[in-house]
């Protein structure tokens, strides 16, 4: 089955505290991203990744990493989490080829006391 | 740089009765255009899109959209509502002309289908 996983799905934690939010797809598309969703603000682009090794800042990067070491996998990394990063976080991906459209992952939501 | 506009945070229709979510966007060149649900708790799910060829699209669960160059519009549509529809619906664009795969997405809509 086609499908993109996120782990993990709900997590607290507190300020300062280095987290990874790992994600992975298994149909072998190049384009990743990942967004997060915040009432009133929609979906907004954190980083997205054309390939291996290739990354981007997407439209809010301040305060995130991410790396693409491996096609399937493109893990956000909070190096110093603070509470304003509290949202749901959206792993996607995307092939070159087709019909473009998204697969997206469940949602991982993240509080930061 | 590509943009989406969905005018209306909230959409309120009774059951039966049909519907419509506006979206209107800007982009460079001939645009690619979607449509994506969310039900409460869930990711976002592709429901359809538009590339080229015919303006009315058809997708998943009974809805269409129809693609209007000259005003930049692809509204979506649904001849009769059901409860089930109740969700968030995201439009979004990416140019056909190059550069990313990644597409930029609207704020949103509530759909609220009351019985």
């Known amino acids: 089955e086609a499908q993109v996983t996120q782990n993990p799905r709900y997590l607290i934690t507190v300020t300062g505290k280095k987290l990874t939010v790992t994600c992975s797809q298994n149909m072998n598309h190049e384009y990743m991203s990942w967004y997060r969703q915040d009432p009133g603000l929609g979906l907004r682009q954190i980083y997205y990744?054309?390939?291996?090794?290739?990354?981007d800042k997407g439209d809010v990067p301040e305060g995130y990493k991410v790396s693409r070491k491996e096609k399937r996998n493109f893990p956000l990394i909070l190096e110093s989490p603070s509470p304003n990063q509290t949202s749901l976080y959206f792993c996607?991906?995307?092939?070159?080829?087709?019909?473009?459209?998204?697969?997206f992952g469940p949602g991982t939501r993240l509080t930061v006391t | 740089a590509q943009s989406v506009a969905q005018p209306e945070d909230q959409v309120n229709v009774a059951e039966g009765n049909p519907l419509t979510v506006k979206c209107t966007y800007s982009?460079?060149?001939?645009?690619?255009l979607f449509w994506y649900v969310q039900y409460p708790n869930r990711g976002l799910q592709f429901l359809l899109k538009?590339?080229?060829?015919?303006?009315l699209v058809k997708g998943s669960y009974g809805f269409e959209a129809e693609f209007n160059k000259s005003q930049t519009s692809f509204h979506l549509k649904k001849p009769s509502a059901l409860v089930s529809d109740s969700a968030l619906y995201f439009c979004?664009?990416?140019?056909?002309?190059?550069?990313?795969?990644?597409?930029?997405f609207g704020r949103g809509t509530s759909l609220i289908v009351h019985p």
């Open positions: 979004a664009v990416r140019s056909l002309s190059g550069g990313s795969y990644i597409p930029t």
């Open positions: 538009y590339i080229t060829g015919d303006n």
């Open positions: 996607a991906s995307t092939g070159t080829s087709g019909t473009y459209e998204q697969y």
């Open positions: 990744s054309m390939n291996v090794e290739v990354t």
């Open positions: 982009v460079s060149g001939n645009p690619y």
